[in-house]
């Protein structure tokens, strides 16, 4: 299978001498629905820099479906869109014209252009407001328009560096829908987001990228099956006023009615309720700490375990 | 890209271009034709008068040439620099590099971009002029080719000037410090014949006397210097100016890192 694009000890050291990318390595599918995570100055919207060349790399290599960027740039720019982290359009321009005109530098032609643009301006619920000017609309407006203008030419490779950002929850949830549906049609799809839920929710591979470097990158379902311990949150009916002592687990009390307890992969949640009732101590609900993906998210970028 | 596709591409950015100076012509297109008809009327018609002829022609109608190819040079060039540092500073520049569009086609497409300003305040000005001058144009294809010539190499100056600035102060810098001393020193408003040999050798070194001079062929028929040098030099400044445009583009100079 082609790969969607494929990376090769990237580094990029920038002319302040920064070391941005020390060689990172990426493989994603085609129709994948990639994550791409790590913290602020991880390098991620640098290799997003490089890939859609807006950034120049120092070494390594890089292909979008079999295009290598330095061999064959202009066929590597026609699979990719890119929706990017700051507004990049022309505040002072009607949408419908930003949209069209991407379509035109792509040598799109206007009718069909024109097609294209109500097309997905309609499906992104900004048609109404298409002879706004862009500096007219709210922020979540605006990153819909970024993202009508990546995908008016229809790309093979759509990528977004944190999409969501400052989004409400009702919006970032109906776009989730549509990148959804839109993988759904055949686009790869790779994603930065500092949501983690967001990843979780919506891709099937992430990598990790820290310091420059890749230091996971798998299936979801995998790395997530890596994680040892994972930390339950049991909201109890009688308050107390000490920690119950159960051979085996690890408990907390994080208030009057709340307990903390560690779970381990080969340990049974049944075990633990049976001793709980046993103590009389009824459990009313249950939730994880934090998300799965969070969790294992801090155990690689901040104690490098798994 | 195809052939087709280019095509597309450069008339998308041609338009655009053409829209935004379109869209905001009382700013773009009026003041030219305002300043142009001051200075015929005081410089050519209440000073003029009294200063008899140039080359044996009224001096209203010998600066005539001059100041509408100053129109044309200031136009083209502040159409590109403003646009382009604009795209740049809003960063939706980033809409033209992520697009297989080749990089002559980008240069070109601001380029016929300031062209288009450029000829049309230059006709606007040629209509205001009209209406002060005596002028039979001598060789109108000398006046169209300068013209045109003109106005690509300024717009290529102002890409240039765009694409080395970081700030909006330095948009500002060199067509107040460089090109309006060029301008002025080229020889609108004088014959170069009238300096000492020191100045008249110094102004030799200021393309802009070439330009000024060969439109003043083109429409009066007397010229100080060779047209055929004139040309030469204009053609010359366009292919280098043009190359390096590409080429910072190519290597993203004051875009990409």
Same mark, same amino acid.
């Given at each position: 299978m082609t790969l969607a694009l494929a990376i090769q000890g990237l580094r990029k050291t920038y002319?302040?001498?920064?070391?941005?990318?020390?060689g990172v390595d990426l493989s994603v599918e085609e129709g994948d629905f990639f994550a791409l995570l790590g913290p602020n100055g991880a390098g991620k919207s640098t290799v997003i820099g490089i890939v859609c060349s807006l950034l120049r790399k120092t070494t390594g290599a890089v292909s979008v479906f079999g295009y290598n960027i330095d061999r064959d740039i202009a066929r590597a720019k026609s699979c990719i869109g890119l929706v990017p982290q700051?507004?990049?359009?022309?505040?002072?321009?009607?949408i419908v014209e930003i949209v069209t005109n991407q379509a035109g530098y792509y040598g799109i032609d206007r009718h069909t252009a024109d097609q294209r643009a109500e097309k997905y301006l309609t499906q992104l619920q900004l048609w109404e407001r298409?002879?706004?000017?862009?500096?007219?609309?709210s922020g979540g407006m605006k990153r819909r328009l970024m993202i009508a203008r990546a995908l008016v030419h229809e790309p093979r490779l759509l990528i977004l560096?944190?999409?969501?950002?400052?989004?409400?929850i009702e919006i970032r949830r109906s776009m989730w829908e549509f990148l959804r549906t839109i993988n759904a049609q055949g686009t790869t799809v790779i994603l930065t987001t500092h949501y983690l839920e967001e990843a979780e929710n919506l891709c099937k591979h992430i990598a990790i990228i820290n310091n420059g470097l890749t230091i996971a990158s798998s299936e979801l379902k995998t790395l997530l099956m890596k994680l040892h311990v994972e930390t339950f949150l049991l909201n109890i009916k009688q308050p107390l006023t000490t920690v119950p002592q159960i051979s085996g687990f690890t408990l907390s009390l994080v208030d009057d009615s709340t307990l903390a307890v560690n779970i381990t992969k080969d340990q049974n949640m049944n075990d633990l309720f049976q001793e709980l009732a046993a103590r009389r101590i009824d459990v009313l609900s249950m939730r994880n700490k934090t998300n799965r993906l969070e969790e294992m998210f801090m155990r690689l970028v901040d104690r490098g375990e798994l | 890209m195809t052939l087709l596709q280019q095509w597309v591409a450069l008339k998308t950015i041609v338009v655009k271009e053409f829209m935004r100076f379109i869209r905001i012509w009382i700013q773009t297109v009026i003041p030219a034709a305002i300043m142009t008809m001051l200075y015929f009327v005081i410089i050519g018609k209440l000073i003029g008068s009294r200063l008899g002829t140039m080359h044996g022609i009224p001096y209203v109608d010998y600066i005539a040439p001059g100041l509408v190819l100053m129109a044309i040079i200031n136009n083209s060039y502040g159409n590109v620099v403003a646009s382009f540092f604009s795209a740049k500073f809003q960063r939706h520049i980033e809409e033209m590099l992520i697009s297989p569009m080749p990089n002559y086609l980008i240069v070109l497409g601001f380029v016929i971009g300031g062209l288009l300003r450029g000829s049309v305040v230059g006709l606007v000005t040629g209509v205001v002029a009209a209406f002060f001058v005596n002028v039979h144009i001598y060789h109108f294809l000398i006046v169209v080719l300068v013209a045109t010539l003109t106005s690509v190499l300024f717009s290529l100056g102002g890409l240039l000037n765009a694409v080395f600035a970081k700030t909006f102060d330095d948009i500002s810098i060199v067509p107040t410090f460089v090109l309006t001393p060029l301008t002025y020193l080229g020889g609108i408003f004088y014959s170069?014949?009238?300096? *000492?040999d020191f100045w008249r050798t110094l102004s030799l070194a200021n393309p802009v006397l070439y330009m000024i001079n060969a439109m003043r062929y083109g429409m009066?028929?007397? *010229?100080?210097?060779n047209i055929s040098i004139a040309f030469t030099i204009i053609i010359v400044f366009v292919i280098g100016l043009y190359g390096y445009a590409v080429y910072l583009l190519r290597y993203g100079v004051g875009m990409r890192q």
């Amino acid at each position: 299978m082609t790969l969607a694009l494929a990376i090769q000890g990237l580094r990029k050291t920038y002319p302040s001498g920064v070391e941005a990318l020390k060689g990172v390595d990426l493989s994603v599918e085609e129709g994948d629905f990639f994550a791409l995570l790590g913290p602020n100055g991880a390098g991620k919207s640098t290799v997003i820099g490089i890939v859609c060349s807006l950034l120049r790399k120092t070494t390594g290599a890089v292909s979008v479906f079999g295009y290598n960027i330095d061999r064959d740039i202009a066929r590597a720019k026609s699979c990719i869109g890119l929706v990017p982290q700051e507004f990049n359009f022309n505040q002072f321009e009607p949408i419908v014209e930003i949209v069209t005109n991407q379509a035109g530098y792509y040598g799109i032609d206007r009718h069909t252009a024109d097609q294209r643009a109500e097309k997905y301006l309609t499906q992104l619920q900004l048609w109404e407001r298409r002879f706004d000017m862009a500096r007219e609309l709210s922020g979540g407006m605006k990153r819909r328009l970024m993202i009508a203008r990546a995908l008016v030419h229809e790309p093979r490779l759509l990528i977004l560096d944190e999409p969501t950002a400052g989004v409400d929850i009702e919006i970032r949830r109906s776009m989730w829908e549509f990148l959804r549906t839109i993988n759904a049609q055949g686009t790869t799809v790779i994603l930065t987001t500092h949501y983690l839920e967001e990843a979780e929710n919506l891709c099937k591979h992430i990598a990790i990228i820290n310091n420059g470097l890749t230091i996971a990158s798998s299936e979801l379902k995998t790395l997530l099956m890596k994680l040892h311990v994972e930390t339950f949150l049991l909201n109890i009916k009688q308050p107390l006023t000490t920690v119950p002592q159960i051979s085996g687990f690890t408990l907390s009390l994080v208030d009057d009615s709340t307990l903390a307890v560690n779970i381990t992969k080969d340990q049974n949640m049944n075990d633990l309720f049976q001793e709980l009732a046993a103590r009389r101590i009824d459990v009313l609900s249950m939730r994880n700490k934090t998300n799965r993906l969070e969790e294992m998210f801090m155990r690689l970028v901040d104690r490098g375990e798994l | 890209m195809t052939l087709l596709q280019q095509w597309v591409a450069l008339k998308t950015i041609v338009v655009k271009e053409f829209m935004r100076f379109i869209r905001i012509w009382i700013q773009t297109v009026i003041p030219a034709a305002i300043m142009t008809m001051l200075y015929f009327v005081i410089i050519g018609k209440l000073i003029g008068s009294r200063l008899g002829t140039m080359h044996g022609i009224p001096y209203v109608d010998y600066i005539a040439p001059g100041l509408v190819l100053m129109a044309i040079i200031n136009n083209s060039y502040g159409n590109v620099v403003a646009s382009f540092f604009s795209a740049k500073f809003q960063r939706h520049i980033e809409e033209m590099l992520i697009s297989p569009m080749p990089n002559y086609l980008i240069v070109l497409g601001f380029v016929i971009g300031g062209l288009l300003r450029g000829s049309v305040v230059g006709l606007v000005t040629g209509v205001v002029a009209a209406f002060f001058v005596n002028v039979h144009i001598y060789h109108f294809l000398i006046v169209v080719l300068v013209a045109t010539l003109t106005s690509v190499l300024f717009s290529l100056g102002g890409l240039l000037n765009a694409v080395f600035a970081k700030t909006f102060d330095d948009i500002s810098i060199v067509p107040t410090f460089v090109l309006t001393p060029l301008t002025y020193l080229g020889g609108i408003f004088y014959s170069v014949d009238i300096l *000492s040999d020191f100045w008249r050798t110094l102004s030799l070194a200021n393309p802009v006397l070439y330009m000024i001079n060969a439109m003043r062929y083109g429409m009066l028929g007397v *010229s100080d210097i060779n047209i055929s040098i004139a040309f030469t030099i204009i053609i010359v400044f366009v292919i280098g100016l043009y190359g390096y445009a590409v080429y910072l583009l190519r290597y993203g100079v004051g875009m990409r890192q």
